[in-house]
Every structure is written in structure tokens, then in C-alpha cells.
């Protein structure tokens, strides 16, 4: 089978094309027909260091271990079962729950063993994949291309917006709104939670498209006076934040909370590291939440949602398999508005 595998830490030179045997499932394990898998920041970071380049830079202590195919958003058509497995999930079309755990249910997140697909396992830039078959859950689009693109992003949208426990009427920000975690808090918030979404991104021309996603207001974060035109369309500060930018947008974000208002944060794609005064912190009584991810049956009330409609795909640009690096470059690119999706040759 075809796969594009990372070699090693650095650029996207390090993503290589080339031919593997097709895996073979194992007992409680089921083989998928890969038909789509979209790309993440988490691959990206994965490849490029962020996480570190030393034992600890996967989810497990022991690090990454190269070559390794990366991909964690995937659709997929069953194959093929290991044993144990019931037969009847032959042809059964799936979307991958994206790590294994032995965290109880409502904490697997955060258990210690949790190791994720693309990371510590072989993932989704490949033809075929192996994965646990009770982590296979059924697509609930008819689309594999648009059923790829909530896995990672959905599940960490969808986290993140129980954390703050959002309630109706009051109003988030939400900073990288046009990105795949973005455009979805965009979604989750408004059409499930009945909050006011005030939308954050550096070109406005995805302005009509955020606001037919749900978005009440779309602003410029290029703007001098970003937070006074938050404060100003709001008519005052802000009840939470769902942040995936860090440090460029951080001040802001505090600045706009109102006493008591919640900010929860789930990536740093602008600045991994900022400044707190904490003054700020405790005189206004804030709540900080980290979030990675999140549990099964959150995954499994995201996919309820999305199949009677309430979110929708969105899509910016499909690539084929073997064109890894060049998606991954462009995913890089300003301006998008939502995933990018990886499609093997196969399909």
C-alpha cells in the first residue's frame, strides 16, 4: 500500500512516499479502507518539533518513534476484522475515535497511557489502517470526504465548549474562527449551546461565510482597537473565550472577559508562550481551562449532531495522498476557511 511517512523532525522535505505492506488486524482490531483523512496542526507540530525533539515530544514518555505516518481525522470503509471481532462490521463505513486510553469514561482524555493515532500509532496518510474496532464509530455522513473532518477538530471543539459549560444567549469569542477547531466553536456554540459567537480572523473576506456559519459578528484581528470593537459590538465584556492562537490574542482575550468570564485554550498556533499578570486572573475572578481532545461519549454526542444536522463540513481544498507535502504547506496558508482533506488514489 501507498503511505507518506514522516522520517524525522524538521521540514516537509521529511515527508516521504512509499510502499508498505497492508497491515493486518489483531484480536479486537479491524482494518479500514482508508477513503479520506484530513490534516491537523498536530501532525504538523508533531513533524516540525513543537512538542519537543527529546523523549517527551509525543503523548506518551517515550516520544515520537520515526518513521511514522502521521493523519488522525479519518474515514474509512471496514475491510477486514481481527479476531473477537464480530463479523457483520465487514463494509461498515467509519470515522476513527483518534487515541486509545485506559483512563475510565469522562477521563480518558487525560489519562496518562493515552497515545493517539498518527503519533504513537501509524495513521491516516496511508491506504489502509489498523485501529481497535470498538474505536470505530459509524460515519455519520454519507460522505467520507465530509464525514474526515470532525474527528480531531470536532472532538476538541466540542470539549472545549462543554468546559465552559456555555449557556444560552451569552456570548464567546472564539480567535481562529476560519480553521477547522475554529469554524466548528463557531457551529458548536450557536447551533448547539444557543450562544452569540463574535469571531476573530485576519482576513475578513471569510466574513459572510463565518456568518452563515453562526457568527453574530466577524472582527479583524489585525485591527489596533480590536478590544474596544469586541466590547462595542457585544455592548460590553465578553462571558468566554475558545482560543486556539495563544499569545498575539491573549491580553486582548483577558481585557474583553467580564469578572467571573472563562477562557479555555486548546492550541498556540500564533505564540506558544505569553505573559500573565495575575492581578488579572484573580481580581477578575477568572476561570482558565486547558483542552486537549476529550472523551468518548462527548465523540459520540458530536457525531449524533452532526448526522440530524446541526454541524456542518467545511471544507477549503482536498489534496491527493502522495501531494502530503504540498497540503501541508498550504495548510500553513492565511486566509482558509476549514479543513483540508488528504484523499488516497484508491478512492
Request: proline fraction near 5%.
Amino acid at each position: 500500500m501507498k503511505v507518506v511517512q514522516v522520517n524525522g523532525y524538521g521540514g516537509v522535505e521529511q515527508l516521504e512516499v512509499v510502499e508498505r505492506p497492508v497491515p493486518k488486524p489483531r484480536a479486537g482490531e479491524v482494518l479500514i479502507e482508508v477513503k479520506a483523512c484530513g490534516i491537523n496542526n498536530t501532525e504538523i507540530w508533531m513533524r516540525e518539533g513543537a512538542y519537543g525533539t527529546d523523549a517527551q515530544s509525543g503523548w506518551k514518555p517515550e516520544g515520537v518513534q520515526f518513521p511514522r505516518v502521521p493523519g488522525s481525522d479519518i474515514s474509512g470503509r471496514i475491510v477486514q476484522v481481527g479476531s473477537g471481532v464480530d463479523e457483520a462490521r465487514n463494509g461498515q463505513d467509519v470515522v476513527l475515535f483518534p487515541f486509545t486510553s485506559g483512563g475510565q469514561p469522562g477521563t480518558e482524555h487525560i489519562s496518562e497511557d493515552m497515545a493517539f493515532i498518527g503519533s504513537e500509532y501509524d495513521g491516516g496518510y496511508a491506504e489502509y489502517v489498523v485501529w481497535p474496532a470498538e474505536l470505530c464509530y459509524a460515519m455519520p455522513l454519507a460522505d467520507y470526504t465530509k464525514s474526515a473532518v470532525f474527528s480531531v477538530s470536532g472532538l476538541t471543539a466540542w470539549h472545549m465548549n462543554e468546559q465552559v459549560q456555555l449557556q444560552p444567549g451569552q456570548t464567546v469569542l472564539v480567535t481562529g474562527a476560519n480553521g477547522g477547531v475554529g469554524s466548528l466553536n463557531v457551529q458548536i456554540a450557536t447551533r448547539v449551546f444557543g450562544a452569540t459567537v463574535i469571531a476573530v480572523v485576519g482576513d475578513l473576506k471569510t466574513e459572510e461565510a463565518l456568518k452563515r456559519l453562526g457568527a453574530t459578528h466577524v472582527l479583524s484581528y489585525r485591527s489596533e482597537q480590536l478590544a474596544d470593537e469586541i466590547i462595542a459590538v457585544n455592548g460590553g465584556p465578553i462571558d468566554a473565550v475558545l482560543d486556539v492562537v495563544g499569545d498575539p490574542l491573549f491580553k486582548t482575550a483577558l481585557t474583553v472577559l467580564k469578572n467571573g468570564g472563562k477562557f479555555c485554550i486548546s492550541g498556540s498556533a500564533g505564540g506558544q508562550q505569553t505573559n500573565l499578570d495575575f492581578r488579572t486572573l484573580y481580581l477578575k475572578h477568572l476561570t482558565f481551562y486547558g483542552s486537549v481532545l476529550g472523551t468518548r461519549a462527548e465523540f459520540a454526542r458530536m457525531l449524533d449532531a452532526i448526522a440530524a444536522g446541526k454541524l456542518e463540513p467545511v471544507i477549503d481544498r482536498t489534496f491527493p495522498l502522495e501531494e502530503a507535502a504540498a497540503a501541508q504547506t498550504y495548510f500553513k496558508e492565511t486566509g482558509k476557511l476549514g479543513k483540508i482533506v488528504l484523499i488516497p488514489d484508491q478512492n
